[in-house]
């Protein structure tokens, strides 16, 4: 079973600051997905990439697919309250099959 | 927007009683599932429904465990005999295709809590 590690694991930061997350495994994927998790809501779909090196962007958030499809990264500038929330990444194989495996998570909580 | 409802949102039974988890996907949609996320813990998968029929299941979903689809509206998810690890959330997810460009829609989910 692949894993989908994501790091870090828990972040507390103030409004304003930049920040990483990273979505890393051993295997490739033929796309991978973020989504962003409150509490008591199902995971809602952020984006979608698909090809090694490309890049997204939904406003203040940057979406990087890693060249060989292997990783990710989740990049927020000026993280604003309302970005809290549970971030995961989840990666599609490159064959065989059409589900998800999701990533461990990593919950971000923005103070004002 | 069109969502995916699912049904109760909590739900308590008793270590062995069966339960019955209902869902309702959004309406052109064509490729269900079932995932759920024990508390603290990744969201996992459990099984994937298309054609009235199962296309993949996960390992956790073992013969305590039954989807249907009954009506052409509602998903259901069946656990027989309910033991306490069961207790989880439990959520219902759809998507249109199964192209890379198509996320899956979830549904609020349902939290399980076997006694």
């Known amino acids: 079973t692949q894993l989908l590690e994501q790091s870090p694991q828990f972040l507390s930061i103030q409004e304003g600051e930049n920040l990483t997350v990273y979505c890393n495994s051993s295997s490739v994927f033929s796309s991978l997905q973020w989504y962003r998790q409150e509490p008591g809501e199902g995971p809602v779909l952020l984006v979608t990439v698909v090809t090694g090196g490309e890049v997204k962007k939904l406003k203040r958030l940057t979406f990087q697919f890693g060249d060989a499809r292997k990783d990710s990264s989740l990049h927020i500038t000026a993280a604003q309250p309302g970005d809290t929330g549970l971030y995961l990444c989840?990666?599609?194989?490159?064959?065989?099959?059409?589900?998800?495996?999701f990533g461990t998570g990593t919950r971000l909580k923005v103070l004002a | 927007e069109p969502e995916v409802t699912q049904t109760p949102s909590h739900q308590v039974t008793q270590m062995g009683q069966e339960v019955i988890l209902r869902c309702v996907p959004i309406?052109?949609?064509?490729?269900f599932y079932w995932y759920r996320q024990i508390l603290g813990q990744k969201v996992e998968f459990l099984v994937s429904f298309y054609n009235n029929e199962i296309s993949e299941k996960s390992e956790i979903f073992d013969d305590q465990f039954s989807v249907e689809r009954p009506d052409g509206s509602n998903f259901t998810l069946k656990i027989r005999s309910t033991k306490l690890e069961d207790s989880a959330m439990y959520f219902c997810?759809?998507?249109?295709?199964?192209?890379?460009?198509?996320?899956?829609?979830f549904g609020s989910g349902t939290r399980l809590t076997v006694v």
């Open positions: 997810a759809s998507t249109k295709e199964t192209g890379p460009n198509y996320g899956y829609t």
């Open positions: 309406s052109n949609h064509l490729y």
């Open positions: 989840a990666g599609r194989r490159t064959s065989g099959t059409y589900k998800y495996i």
